[in-house]
């Protein structure tokens, strides 16, 4: 089996023998062909503004129900619409306005009109009035007066989960500079999860980038890869519309249920990409390479093995959507997450509680106020192929995201409270998805999409495996957290001889938030326990403590305030010396001079920690404000003990 050809425009299908169909596959419907003879029709929409301006007087969307949009009749939303959409009377149509005026009460949805919110007001009264709007709101545990199960004497207070954040991996305007827009360069992300850095990236090209770009995005998990392709696939794919594929792309990414014509696209986008398969006995028997919007491509590199699996669970029909989601909800309802889903709960505004909650119960990334009633079909991307939910319990659409960006967002593109935080979301990420459509379709971007374990990945490229990447090439290498996994001399000696020796600002970069874990004292929230007597006996020798404070105390790890408190201490503690002593311990700095490379002092991608500025020395803390400060603890549950490294060429 031949390498991956360098040329932006050959094929990766295999050759003719052997060539087997994928008997399980189930062909787009008629449904889908009817959307897309009608989206050739309407091509030239594409042009038009996300927001461009609505009449004052909106009528019904015609030969619209069979589309791929969140509207009420299947359009793409460019606004947050009038929220009374559910009729209840069947002569009763949808409002299909703009809506301005925000519930007086949860701010969670908005109508056009006092009419439509008091036809409303009977669907709308139950979810205004749930106890998660009550700023006297309490977790399980205060009401049962027992700890928490996470609290236990041998706790620590970790995260409940970690994503890690959403950059520009490439910088290339801050790095390289403008006299540098007509070279070609070259990234790899070695073992990533999703294409948010990636679409990040992309999104930050300079509109009049003139060079080739091509990226490498790689991981050993074969569902996770493949899950990235399809979803890749669905929004560069150039048969929908733009705005309907980044609606489609968001719901394949976000959502656990999908609507009869994103389900139907869903398998189409199967069918294109896993319809033809090499049937040779060939390890690396499984090839693809697909149109995008644009002169780039996309292509994929994988095993026959890792392929069946994803295949099998994307294709399968064995189960049904109530299976499936009774299975999610097993999963997120755990008597064992009861506790840590309160505690998350509880660091919320009462309007965020809210939003959080309907996510979590019907599974669906839209704003608060639209109709999900359409969602009638299991994302297949999310459930295996017996219908078992493999997202995680405290699966948080909004983590890795700039929260403060995706709230102003939100309010400028669609007039949309803080309060439907999910709302705001939406919108941003059509913002993003829609920007990376453009970037693809304008600029010269390839994909190369692969599955393997990143070492093995590593020594495969050096051996010219894939001569698009051939020899020492890439400008970053985000290799992620896989310094937590192998050593950091080992991630050096696999990646460090892969980086471009001709670009001054070539980049390796790594994650790690298990650095401590060998050194059970150098957080501030390792010991809560003992945090909590000292915070007690320095706290009750001020005489004008406040008594909520001295309330707090006696709850002990009962109380949600305090458990916050000790949770946020390392946002503001200085690791940097413990922290230098692991890097010592990992032979660091000799690994690193062995292939010409350091440790830089200031990072040139991303801060050394959460908070700080890019250009942050060591020892420098977080200097955010109070806003910030929930944005990264409580919606996105960043971990402040996380560190961020970048190898760069000596000089």
């Given at each position: 089996m031949g390498p991956i050809s360098s040329s932006p425009t050959a094929s990766l299908t295999p050759s003719a023998p052997g060539l087997i169909r994928v008997k399980s596959l189930v062909r787009a419907s008629t449904v889908y062909q009817n959307m897309?003879?009608?989206?050739?029709?309407?091509?030239s929409s594409d042009s038009d503004s996300f927001l461009s301006s609505q009449s004052s007087h909106r009528h019904e969307p015609s030969n619209q129900a069979s589309s791929f949009g969140l509207g009420p009749y299947g359009e793409p939303i460019k606004y947050l619409m009038c929220a009374n959409q559910s009729t209840r009377v069947r002569a009763q149509k949808r409002c299909t306005e703009q809506g301005l005026l925000p519930c007086p009460r949860c701010q969670l949805v908005k109508y056009c009109s006092e009419r439509c919110q008091k036809q409303h007001w009977p669907r709308h009264s139950s979810a205004c009035a749930h106890p998660y709007l009550e700023e006297s709101w309490q977790p399980g545990w205060v009401l049962q007066e027992r700890l928490p199960s996470f609290a236990c004497s041998s706790a620590t207070f970790s995260p409940s989960s970690f994503i890690f954040p959403v950059f520009d991996t490439l910088n290339l305007t801050q790095n390289e500079g403008e006299g540098a827009f007509d070279k070609d360069y070259k990234l790899c992300f070695a073992a990533y999860a999703d294409i948010r850095n990636l679409v990040e990236t992309v999104n930050n090209l300079p509109s009049n980038y003139k060079g080739r770009f091509d990226v490498l995005i790689n991981n050993s998990d074969p569902i996770i890869t493949n899950r990235n392709l399809i979803i890749l696939y669905a929004l560069l794919n150039p048969e929908p519309s733009i705005d309907e594929a980044v609606e489609l792309a968001i719901h394949f990414m976000y959502s656990a249920v999908l609507s009869a014509p994103s389900a139907a696209y869903?398998?189409?986008c199967l069918d294109d990409i896993y319809g033809q398969v090499d049937g040779c006995n060939s390890d690396f028997s499984f090839r693809a390479s697909l149109n995008t919007r644009g002169k780039g491509r996309i292509y994929s590199f994988q095993t026959i093995a890792g392929v069946k699996q994803p295949l099998e669970?994307?294709?399968?029909?064995?189960?049904?959507?109530?299976?499936a989601l009774q299975n999610r909800w097993e999963i997120l309802d755990a008597s064992e997450n009861v506790d840590s889903w309160d505690r998350?709960?509880?660091?919320?505004?009462?309007?965020?509680?809210?939003?959080?909650?309907?996510?979590?119960?019907?599974g669906v990334l839209t704003p608060f106020s639209v109709d999900t009633s359409r969602f009638m079909h299991p994302n297949r991307l999310m459930f295996s192929s017996q219908g078992e939910w493999l997202g995680r319990r405290n699966f948080n659409p909004l983590q890795g995201w700039d929260a403060t960006s995706v709230q102003v967002e939100g309010a400028k593109f669609a007039m949309i409270e803080s309060a439907d935080i999910f709302g705001c979301l939406f919108f941003y990420l059509k913002s993003q998805f829609r920007r990376f459509a453009?970037?693809?379709?304008?600029?010269?971007?390839?994909?190369?999409?692969t599955q393997f374990d990143p070492q093995i990945l590593a020594k495969g490229i050096s051996a010219g495996v894939i001569p698009i990447f051939e020899g020492a090439c890439f400008d970053r290498v985000d290799t992620r957290d896989m310094m937590d996994d192998i050593r950091i001399e080992v991630c050096l000696a696999d990646w460090g001889p892969l980086l471009n020796r001709g670009n001054p600002f070539a980049s390796l970069l790594m994650y790690s938030r298990a650095w401590h874990y060998e050194r059970p004292y150098a957080l501030a929230r390792c010991n809560p326990h003992a945090a909590l007597m000292l915070f007690m006996q320095k706290c009750f020798e001020i005489p004008s403590l406040n008594n909520k404070l001295k309330d707090a105390f006696v709850q002990g790890l009962r109380s949600p305030a305090l458990l916050r408190l000790i949770e946020s201490l390392d946002a503001f503690y200085d690791h940097d010396g413990i922290f230098h002593e692991f890097l010592a311990a990992q032979n660091t700095e000799s690994a690193a001079a062995a292939f010409g490379l350091g440790l830089r002092s200031r990072n040139l991608i991303h801060p050394k920690r959460f908070g700080v500025p890019l250009d942050a020395c060591a020892h420098s803390l977080p200097d955010i404000s109070r806003s910030q400060f929930y944005d990264l603890a409580s919606l996105c549950e960043v971990d402040f003990s996380a560190r961020f490294l970048e190898f760069g060429w000596r000089h």
């Open positions: 897309i003879d009608r989206i050739r029709r309407q091509r869903l398998q189409r669970m994307f294709t399968s029909t064995t189960y049904s959507l109530a299976t998350f709960l509880s660091r919320l505004r009462p309007s965020h509680r809210m939003a959080y909650q309907r996510f979590r119960e019907t453009y970037q693809v379709k304008d600029l010269n971007v390839n994909f190369v999409v």
